[in-house]
């Protein structure tokens, strides 16, 4: 599972500064170092690993891309509430509702990443549980105050934005690009 989910990260966000929250053991941390991720991890257990922080740590470090392992369980808006400022995100949190996390994260700034959503997934996904591996990126500053996710769902507008609206419907329209994308070539 853990190569699984390190070769999915590193395709969507590239090798990154990556920080791993809520791992239970090392066993990640060294696939994304061997992997290029400049990666760090934090747990509930401990681990003799050099890049292991302790809880003391935690803010020490901040991460360009922060995962957010929640197989173990966990308070969502807890622990995305307390995360630093990241510019993406990944939640493993496979069986969790899907749309209540998504809401919580665009009403905080963030829509599903553009490379997150594989086009060989679709036929899997549904509007319920979240998938295996969930991507998400910050929205440009300026992006959000031009366009707050508040005043698009006031304006029924939201479905001109896919990434930041939650369910099948928004999948469908992400991978129909997703795969024109893979398809056209220059001069097309």
């Not at 991720?37 to 020490?60: E, F, I, V």
């Not at 966990?74 to 949190?93: C, M, R, S, V, W």
């Amino acid at each position: 599972m853990a190569h699984h989910i390190v070769t999915r990260l590193v395709q969507v966000f590239g090798p990154c500064r990556l920080g791993h929250i809520g791992a239970t053991d090392d066993r990640m941390l060294v696939e994304f170092l061997l992997a290029g991720c400049d990666a760090w991890a934090r747990g509930p257990g401990a681990s003799g690993h050099p890049r292991w922080l302790a809880p003391a740590q935690a803010g020490a470090i901040t991460p360009d891309v922060a995962l957010v392992d929640l197989t173990e369980g966990g308070d969502i808006e807890a622990i995305l509430d307390g995360l630093p400022a990241t510019n993406g995100l990944a939640l493993h949190a496979p069986g969790r509702s899907r749309k209540a996390i998504e809401d919580h994260l665009f009403a905080r700034g963030f829509r599903r990443h553009p490379r997150g959503l594989p086009t060989s997934d679709y036929t899997r996904l549904d509007d319920l549980p979240l998938h295996d591996l969930a991507c998400y990126q910050r929205v440009p500053a300026e992006a959000r105050l031009k366009w707050p996710v508040d005043s698009l769902q006031a304006g029924r507008s939201l479905h001109m934005d896919m990434l930041r609206e939650s369910g099948a419907r928004a999948d469908a329209h992400i991978v129909r690009y997703a795969l024109a994308a893979d398809l056209v070539r220059p001069g097309d």
